[in-house]
């Protein structure tokens, strides 16, 4: 069942239960703009306890806050009891909710454009909160009083800019002088959070926009933990659609240059962001093969350009190079073409035990004895197990 007609089920369920149910938040936004939302969010004025009277097999996941998933068609839909909230002390979560109505509802959400509602059966929006006017005229705006909702909840300083970027809004005013003055808190937020919003920005097509505002906005500082750079150039922005996280972050890192090594930086960024031990690594990659490329690669042998070629970090730093209008980014996708026709990785002929068998030790020459080897097989010096054996040998002998 599509996500849309599971919800709209669920929803009708509860109407015909004397319940008011609508579609709310995100997903009303997306189908205003046109988009097919990949989840849909019910709102009802039904308490929790009246939701599973109606969907005995609903859980909680937030029964305080009155959320609950309902399983319908294969789907699983959050379905939410209208609230209002009190006071929040920790900058993520209220203190107290209290069950209350639709208009309470939405006036207690983050921007306007995700405080709408749609009546699933007829389609009709409700908008208590301006929302379809400002999606209309493309504005990103905080519903009230914008100091107040950043303070909610701090992370709404981050995807503030990525609702900006992602939908090519231009932000209110008064939202974005309160995202400036509350920058520094953004600190608060825990690290796990504010690298899964980044990553969220880095993995869509408006990256680039979604970088330029976090550092206009005076966001970078608490969001990468390193001092404030102003960014030179728009590599960020001249990344392939389908970019990873850590060819973006690359990028973002030779963008805002600070006379500290990106080896640091890496480190810096990773504790930032909470990134993995393969994101990690791979902006590591990144960044040290598109310094070696740089440097070497038209001074590069054909194996030695065949390994680089093979490296997990290649495609990145290639990437990163065509951002930064490198000639030598034409030149290497040039020089790929008769490399990869003769192969760039083919099978070795030989290994360790191949090696064992023809009589040798194990011992540190190995790998010396297999590079080689793999080295002139790359080249195409050598293309069979006699001719890796031979040589082998000989390269034996000058240990």
Request: hydrophobic content about 45%.
């Amino acid at each position: 069942m599509a996500p849309r007609e599971a919800a709209a089920a669920i929803a009708a369920a509860l109407t015909t239960a004397g319940f008011v149910a609508r579609f709310a938040g995100g997903c009303v936004r997306d189908e205003l703009l046109g988009q097919h939302p990949a989840d849909y969010d019910v709102a009802t004025n039904a308490t929790p306890d009246q939701i599973k009277a109606c969907f005995p097999k609903a859980r909680g996941v937030g029964e305080h806050f009155g959320v609950m998933l309902v399983r319908h068609g294969g789907r699983t839909v959050e379905v939410a009891t209208f609230r209002g909230e009190g006071p929040y002390r920790d900058g993520r979560r209220p203190e107290r909710v209290e069950f209350s109505d639709e208009v309470t509802d939405a006036n207690r959400r983050d921007f306007t454009i995700n405080g709408l509602f749609m009546d699933p059966a007829t389609g009709t929006v409700i908008d208590h909160v301006g929302g379809r006017a400002d999606l209309q005229a493309r504005l990103l705006r905080a519903i009230g009083d914008p100091d107040a909702r950043l303070e909610e909840d701090r992370l709404r300083l981050l995807r503030a800019v990525r609702f900006a970027a992602r939908f090519d809004m231009r932000m209110d005013p008064a939202t974005a002088q309160a995202v400036q003055r509350h920058a520094p808190e953004l600190r608060g937020v825990s690290r796990e959070r504010v690298g899964q919003e980044v990553r969220r920005m880095l993995l869509h097509t408006t990256r680039g926009v979604a970088v330029q505002l976090i550092e206009s906005l005076g966001l970078a500082p608490a969001t990468l933990l390193e001092a404030s750079a102003a960014l030179q150039g728009t590599r960020v922005r001249q990344l392939p659609q389908h970019a990873s996280v850590s060819c973006a972050l690359a990028a973002w890192m030779l963008d805002r240059p600070l006379q500290v090594p990106w080896q640091h930086r890496v480190k810096v960024w990773t504790d930032a962001l909470v990134l993995s031990n393969h994101e990690r690594d791979a902006l590591h990659e990144a960044l040290r093969l598109r310094d070696a490329l740089c440097a070497a690669w038209a001074s590069m042998p054909v194996a030695a350009r065949k390994r680089a070629a093979a490296s997990p970090g290649f495609e990145d730093a290639c990437a990163l190079l065509v951002a930064e209008g490198l000639p030598l980014a034409q030149s290497i996708q040039a020089d790929l073409v008769p490399l990869r026709v003769s192969g760039i990785a083919p099978q070795p002929l030989l290994d360790g035990d191949h090696l064992k068998r023809m009589g040798m030790q194990p011992g540190p020459d190995f790998r010396r004895i297999l590079d080689t080897v793999y080295d002139a097989q790359l080249e195409g010096r050598i293309g069979s197990i006699a001719q890796a054996e031979v040589l082998a040998r000989e390269v034996a002998t000058k240990a």
